[in-house]
């Protein structure tokens, strides 16, 4: 969980888009998007592409990004499942 962490932690409040993180053909895919509070919205994503984790057969890493509406920064993240489900091998 380390590495994915401090992948995910650098892209909190150092004026990362969101759109980065949704241009077609990345690792990971948009599957939910949804605003939880008038200007903040909530990114959910899942794993496109497998190669980059462990075992595939019960691999559930699936993050959130907490973004600002109004700018699209991203001002937090999240991730739901086990954290040995959210590390990255290489």
Not at 26 to 41: D, N, Q, S, Y
Not at 71 to 88: A, D, L, V
Request: overall charge negative.
């Amino acid at each position: 969980m380390n590495r994915f962490k401090y992948w995910m932690d650098q892209d909190v409040a150092q004026q990362e888009n969101i759109s980065i993180f949704l241009r077609p053909h990345l690792l990971f895919a948009a599957k939910h998007i949804e605003e939880v509070r008038p200007g903040v919205m909530e990114y959910s994503f899942e794993p496109e592409h497998y190669y980059w984790f462990g075992n595939t057969e019960d691999m559930k890493c699936k993050f959130i990004f907490v973004v600002a509406k109004d700018t699209g920064t991203i001002i937090g993240w999240r991730y739901n499942g086990k954290p040995e489900n959210c590390q990255q091998n290489r």
